[in-house]
Nanobody, 121 residues
Framework: QVQLVESGGGLAQAGGSLRVSCVAS????????IAWFRQAPGKERDFVAA???????SYADSVKGRFTISRDGTKNTVYLQMNALKPEDTAVYSC???????????????WGQGTQVTVSS
């Protein structure tokens, strides 16, 4: 069984930074690919970034150049460093894991509970 636990959300001002973390436990095969998605109130869940076990990354256009996804294999942890935050980045951020790599939610089989990120203007 795979478990994902996010932490590090909170409140930031526009232009500020936050880092959220996702600690993965369980099957190594099932956590080869990890992604971050976000969902704002009343909106659909959107892809943010993803990373492979070898460090290949993919970003949504809306966060490219501002967010950085990385992983520490020794800690089974994936990070999302968020810089130059905007009010429109406000959402619940969830990490997801699975044996496939992509930008759609159905590629990922396991999900964390999410962490709230709020950016004030």
């Amino acid at each position: 069984q795979v478990q994902l636990v996010e932490s590090g959300g909170g409140l930031a001002q526009a232009g500020g930074s936050l880092r959220v973390s996702c600690v993965a436990s369980g099957s190594t095969l099932s956590t080869r690919y990890i992604a971050w998605f976000r969902q704002a109130p009343g909106k659909e869940r959107d892809f943010v970034a993803a990373i492979t076990v070898n460090g290949v990354t993919s970003y949504a256009d809306s966060v490219k150049g501002r967010f950085t996804i990385s992983r520490d294999g020794t800690k089974n942890t994936v990070y999302l460093q968020m810089n130059a935050l905007k009010p429109e980045d406000t959402a619940v951020y969830s990490c997801a894991a699975g044996p496939g790599f992509g930008r759609t939610a159905n590629v990922y089989h396991y999900w964390g509970q999410g962490t709230q990120v709020t950016v004030s203007s």
